[in-house]
């Protein structure tokens, strides 16, 4: 089984807060890759973004 939708926990230490945690494409995508053996280790699409964040260290970007 893979459980999607585990943002609200999780990402709250970030500073992101959402009132429900909704199902991205791209995570459905990760998730059937995962469950084909594709994937071992996904990255969905909030560990992404966050990523993309933290490389660009731009004072300007929210957040920082």
């Known amino acids: 089984n893979i459980i999607l939708g ?9 500073g992101i807060f959402v009132d429900f945690c909704p199902i991205y ?11 084909l053996g594709e994937v071992k280790k996904p990255r969905w699409l909030w560990d992404r973004i966050l990523e993309s964040y933290r490389k660009k ?3 300007n970007l929210p957040g920082f």
């Open 6 to 14: 585990g943002c609200l926990r999780k990402y709250a230490n970030e």
């Open 25 to 35: 494409d791209p995570d459905v995508k990760e998730a059937i890759l995962m469950a």
């Open 57 to 59: 260290e731009d004072e």
